[in-house]
Structure formats: structure tokens, C-alpha cells
């Protein structure tokens, strides 16, 4: 079986630059989740879908992230215009509900220079 | 505010030995728990779960014990096997809410 697929693997761009990733989940899995994890910290939740409904955004910096689910399988995220802080590590899990364990992908390390 | 913790940022165990991950939160509402393993350049792994309904779960190599009066819980790998060496980190989350909330994780080292 198939894991969660990301791309690219590594992004380097200048700052004020926009970039999106690209986030493929496991077959049949329905919740999908976007993470940020910065160096030396756990993943943060940044949003989660349900299907192609976005159910919890809350810590998605809505200014210039955004994200979408098309037909509730693949997902991409968007950030315009970046920052050098958004520099870190994305990651992408799935799970085929809800409540059960998600399953990760092996992100996107992005670098704003 | 940190509502899960794992004070411990690295620990060096003897091939063999018994390995004890730490992790401590302190938000009472949490009732689910989860234990992730990542390798360098790769995603988090899932290890190990427990629900707040019981003290204990067992997985081969692994167990997972949670003590809810003392909101601790904590990953006991024996025997530690130098694949191990990795950073873990736990998770907690309420019922309902479906957000996984990640310690900083700690790094384990088997030492062959």
C-alpha cells in the first residue's frame, strides 16, 4: 500500500515569493492534515479536512496560507507571500477517520531565504 | 503554554537495555495518547496508542503506560535495538476535538 505522498521534497525561495505543495493521502483515507513543524518542535496543526470540507482551520494563518481539497482526495497548500519564517518542515498525514492514528507523509522542507 | 511535554530532549541506552521515554501534559481533557517515532528526512511513524480507559498497552517491543492522576505518560522500549535510534514524540487529544496535540519529542540513541 501506498503512503502519503508529498512534493516537492525540498523548496528553497525568496522571501515575498509564493509556493505551494503538493499532498497525495492514502487511498480511501477521508481525513486529511496539513502540519508545520519548526526545528526542534513537535508538528503543529495547521488544518484539517474532512473529505473536501476544511472542518478545522483555526491555526491556518489565513493572511497568506490557504489550502484546498479538491474531489476530498489530493491537497494542496499555498503560501503567498512568503516569509522567512515560514521556514520548516510541512508535513501531510491522512487517516481513514477521524479518530484513528494518521498516517504521515514525508513532507516538504521549505527554506525562505 | 505547552500542553504536552517530554523534558527530556535526548537519551543514550546500551543495546539490550531497557529504553523509557517520558512524557508529561496538563491539560485534564486529554484521553487519548499517541506515540510517533521519526527518522532523519522522513515523516513521523505511528508506534503506539493508549486510551485514558486504561493504565496500559503492550505491542511487541513496546508499551505504553499512562498514569492519569499524575498526567504522565511514558514509552518503555526493551530490548532497545540500535534501529531504534530515532526521535520519538507523543501526542494527546480530547474525544471530539480530532487535534493532536505534539511534544518536542526526545531523541533516542542505541548504542550497539
Known amino acids: 500500500e501506498a503512503g502519503v505522498v508529498q512534493s516537492p521534497r525540498y523548496k528553497i525561495i525568496e522571501k515575498k515569493q509564493p509556493v505551494a505543495f503538493w499532498c497525495n493521502p492514502i487511498s480511501g483515507h477521508n481525513t486529511l492534515y496539513w502540519y508545520l513543524q519548526n526545528l526542534g518542535q513537535g508538528p503543529e496543526l495547521l488544518i484539517r479536512y474532512e473529505n473536501e470540507e476544511a472542518v478545522d482551520d483555526s491555526q491556518l494563518p489565513k493572511d497568506r496560507f490557504s489550502a484546498e481539497r479538491l474531489k476530498g482526495v489530493d491537497s494542496t497548500l499555498k503560501i503567498q507571500p512568503a516569509e522567512l519564517g515560514d521556514s520548516a518542515v510541512y508535513l501531510c498525514?491522512?487517516?481513514?477517520?477521524?479518530?484513528?492514528?494518521?498516517?504521515f507523509g514525508q513532507g516538504t522542507r521549505l527554506t525562505v531565504v | 503554554d505547552q500542553q504536552v511535554k517530554q523534558n527530556s530532549p535526548s537519551l543514550s541506552v546500551q543495546e539490550g537495555r531497557i529504553s523509557i521515554l517520558n512524557c508529561d501534559y496538563t491539560n485534564s481533557m486529554f484521553d487519548y495518547f499517541l506515540w510517533y517515532k521519526k527518522y532523519p528526512a522522513e515523516g513521523p511513524t505511528f508506534l503506539i496508542s493508549?486510551?485514558?480507559?486504561?493504565d496500559k498497552n503492550e505491542d511487541g517491543r513496546f508499551t505504553v503506560f499512562l498514569n492519569k492522576s499524575a498526567k504522565h505518560l511514558s514509552l518503555h522500549i526493551v530490548p532497545s535495538q540500535p534501529g531504534d535510534s530515532a526521535v520519538y514524540f507523543c501526542a494527546a487529544s480530547t474525544s471530539g476535538t480530532y487535534k493532536y496535540i505534539f511534544g518536542t519529542g526526545t531523541r533516542l540513541k542505541v548504542l550497539a
Open positions: 498525514a491522512s487517516s481513514l477517520f477521524t479518530d484513528t492514528e494518521a498516517f
Open positions: 493508549i486510551s485514558s480507559i486504561k
